[in-house]
């Protein structure tokens, strides 16, 4: 999932948390909704830099892996090329 995808995750998953906590207290003013957030914002702060944290990581994670695996292709490629080159070479006599 590209970063993009992840902030729009994690918003769309906070405005339902939004709703969720003005369901339940019965008030659905947004400044009353957020006023009821005072409690616990540092966790709320903690729990989004964390999540946005471990996505990056695994973001970059997962490049780093195929980044490798696509070198390892084309270094396999390489070298069976350079063989039947030189089996070629060899074949027709050629030093």
Known sequence: MAMPVWLIV???IVVIALLLIGLLTGNLDWLD???????????AILVVASLVTIG???LWHSLL????????IIT???IGWCLAL???FLANGKR
């Open 56 to 58: 990056g990581l695994v």
């Open 10 to 12: 994690i918003g769309v």
């Open 76 to 78: 396999a490629i390489l």
């Open 33 to 43: 909704v957020l006023g009821a957030l005072d409690c616990c914002s540092f966790f």
């Open 65 to 72: 892996l195929a980044e490798v695996a696509g070198a390892s």
């Open 86 to 88: 030189r089996k070629q």
